[in-house]
């Protein structure tokens, strides 16, 4: 009976009569004071609280974080049948070869079988992988045929393959980076990959990201039953978070720091099958994922997992215990309460309100990688909040299950929106026995019938007060309790369940998508004026990726508009995978010549891979300069020639000065004279037509050059006529 308190009934008997012995009476109690002895407190830690108005770590951002090389690995734990993310701990290169190492679980492992995959793509192996003397297995499908070369060690091994000892071994002074025979990560699982380069035509796409990324999927760490004494692999929830509260390298809990909630009731409650749509059945509570460990409280690092499976931890006494997803039928029915302190508070804060849940979990169809639930409405909960919208988001990082996940958030929704609650009181005597997380009947007498029903226990307080009412000892047990429902956890399969879309898994991708498409944005607006000089730009602008990227790379090259025969893509940079603009578009900026035109190209950069390269091509930049027209024109007619002025406006953007001639009075027939003439600001420029013959008559014209081929209007017309 895990959700009683025996030890405490027997206890209190003790005290009780030994209180008696000591003849406890009015004045004795009141010479010792009115302190209460103390049993132990007891109560529920909720953790879907945590989950709705906290944050819990993306299954994507963990397995980019694990996939970052680096001789100190995380210390991970990896549970259930799930994929795990390598991290490289060494990858030293020979030649074309690496011979690397990549650790996946920071203990040994059940992996009977497992799937490899490099940067997203399944790689299909012949041979034994876990004979570490031996030849390993390799790749028999393209692109990674005869480039492969595998082997897994489940935690029981002494050495690394022989062949890294053997064909890339350590060398003092010449080979340091190599491997040693003590190089062996003892009491981990390693995966240990042999890697070709290949030819350069298709290196690329053979190895998107160096080192790749490496991923093996299959059955992971191995859990103690208390059942049965027997340690193996197995899913079960409520085992699985056992384990951690053993084995994890923070503060392990010995055996008898837990509550016996965990030897049996909620191990055997995780495993109940409950019925799907479709037929079949599927244990009620499974876990699997990453568990990384990190700074703080162990609990709290657990709280993931802990709402994955829609469970609270309960304190009892000095014991951590287990509180399953299921409703608990109440062991207690008490007819009275003591004392005049109690509350019935019946709305929670405004801020904890919550409306409506948005769930993602982790879904083995899509990878291991999350997939979202349809944004369900807690019935009636709108409606009651006065048709204001609140919406939280809930991650099942450890729920490798949508109908699980589907049941996790009824539960999460349901138990969020309880509003009834008796605190501040004392529950009588007959409530010793139950502990947090326990259920209990109020049966109360009328008026008092209004309060009636069953609650749940989030907190109660046992202990003796040695001046009770008669004078004597008395049992003191302050209480916190919450209306509770059976229909809570109920699951109708035909009316409860939704339908799954799953995004199907293509194996050939390079796990990372495109960025959007490119828009450009030229002139004014962005150039860079210096004040003195202006710098041609072209601002491009994008989407982010959608998925979880370090940087985006970018690319240029000119004279595109040539067909790309005089230019070669130059690389222009990187980009930080936070940049944005107003717009929530990552963008950056290209400086160029005017007189060219443009390609450009980005694709994003993650721990998947790189994605494909998108394009925008022939873009100019452009500078838009308004220069002043000449003045002062005047020509004046000679025997065969015609003299011509204009003086230069008073502008600061003014380089140069074109004068053109034309035998009519139009500017678009006209042709320049000579070529442009670099002078400074008002200046009074002349030139001489010549060899024009007699009773010639010519118009001219003038315009402002200035920088980056800008150009001014051209002026009205003066006109001349060579002498008869």
Sequence with gaps: MPFLAPVFAAVGGAITSAATALGFGAAAAGAISTAVVNFGVSFLIN????????????????????????????????????????????????????????????????????????????????????????????????????????????????????????????????????????????????????????????????????????????????????RTGLTGWDNNHALCVRDALMNNPIRGYRAGQLHGSFDADSPNACDELVDLNEGGTEKRYICAG???????????????????????????????????????????????????????????PGAELVNQLRVSYLSAARGYETADLTPWDIPGALADDGGVPAVKTVDLPFCPSPTQAMRVRKITGLRQRRQERIQGGTLPPEAFNLVGGATVTIALPSPYNALDGVYEIEGIHPGLDPIGESGEVAMRLPASLVKHDAAIYAWTPATDE????????????????NPGALSVTTGDAVNLNTGGTIIPRIRFAFDPSTSSITAYEWEYKSNASLGGLLGK???????????????????????????????????AIGPNGNSDWVEIEDVKPVVDIVIDIPIEGNAVGGAGEITVSFRTPNDPDFRAIEIYGSDTDDSGAASLIGTAIYTSQNTIVSINEGSLGTSVTRYYFARSRGEYASASAFTASVSATTDA
Aim: proline share 7%.
């Design 498 to 513: 939704e339908e799954v879309f799953d995004e199907e898994y293509e194996s050939e991708r390079t796990g990372t998508a």
């Design 290 to 348: 990453t568990l990384v460990f990190n700074e703080g409280e162990i609990e709290d690092q657990l709280n993931p997992m802990m709402i994955s499976g829609a469970a609270d931890f309960i304190r009892v006494g000095g014991k951590l215990g287990y509180a399953a997803g299921v409703y608990r039928e109440p062991t207690e029915t008490l007819t009275y309460l003591l004392g005049e302190g109690f509350e019935f508070p019946d709305m929670l």
């Design 569 to 603: 893509y130059e690389t222009g940079g990187v980009i930080g995978h936070d940049v944005r603009d107003g717009s929530d578009k990552v963008f950056g900026h290209l400086s160029g010549s005017p007189n060219l035109f443009y390609d450009i190209r980005v694709r």
């Design 47 to 226: 953790t879907a609280i945590s989950a709705i108005f906290g944050k819990t770590p993306k299954v994507q951002d963990v397995a980019r974080d694990l996939a970052q090389p680096t001789t100190a690995p995380a210390y991970r734990f990896v549970y259930g049948e799930a994929r795990a993310t390598g991290t490289p701990v060494g990858t030293p290169v020979k030649g074309d070869l690496i011979y690397g190492a990549w650790l996946l679980n920071s203990r040994p492992s059940d992996l009977t079988t497992f799937t490899l995959y490099l940067d997203k793509r399944e790689v299909v192996l012949t041979g034994d992988a876990f004979d570490l003397a031996g030849p390993g297995a390799t790749a028999t499908e393209d692109p990674f045929d005869r480039h492969v070369t595998v082997w897994v060690s489940r935690g029981d091994h002494t050495a690394p393959p022989t062949e890294y000892t053997t064909d890339a071994p350590y060398v003092e002074g010449s080979a340091d980076n190599m491997w040693k025979t003590t190089d062996a990560w003892k009491g981990r699982t390693m995966i240990w990959l042999k890697l070709n380069a290949g030819d350069q035509g298709s290196r690329q796409e053979r190895w998107p990201s160096t080192p790749p990324l490496v991923e093996v999927e299959g059955k992971w760490s191995l859990v103690e039953d208390p």
